[in-house]
């Protein structure tokens, strides 16, 4: 079982930048593939970026292409790096791993584990 906690969520302005941290427990870190999901008010969780266990390969979302940047360290820790922020971006943040059974990419059923999330809003 793996035990994901994200931090480093808050409040922001347009054009500000924010970066959000992901670690993970209680398992192979290191052959996990990682994805972050967001949740807007009133809308379906989506895609936001995922790395491969390797740290070989990206995916990003056409929303955050250019401003957001994931990656991963040698430890156990993952982050989104988010700049230019837009008011849309507002959303509780997920991050999540996929076992190396599982098979990774943009959609959530590829990932078995997830965190409680993190609070991003727009405070302009």
């Known amino acids: 079982q793996v035990h994901v906690v994200e931090s480093g969520g808050g409040l922001v302005q347009a054009g500000g930048s924010l970066t959000l941290s992901c670690a993970a427990s209680g398992g192979m870190f290191s052959d996990y593939s990682m994805g972050w999901f967001r949740q807007a008010p009133g809308r379906e969780r989506e895609f936001v970026a995922a790395?491969?266990?390797?740290?070989?390969?990206t995916y990003y979302a056409d929303s955050g292409k250019g401003r957001f940047t994931i990656s991963r360290d040698k430890g156990n820790k993952v982050n989104l790096q988010m700049n230019s922020l837009k008011g849309e971006d507002t959303a509780i943040y997920y991050c999540?791993?996929?076992?190396?059974?599982?098979?990774?990419?943009?959609?959530?059923?590829?990932?078995?584990?997830w965190g409680q999330g993190t609070q991003v809003t727009d405070s302009s």
């Open positions: 999540e791993a996929s076992h190396p059974s599982t098979g990774w990419g943009t959609w959530e059923t590829q990932y078995d584990y």
């Open positions: 790395i491969r266990w390797d740290g070989g390969r």
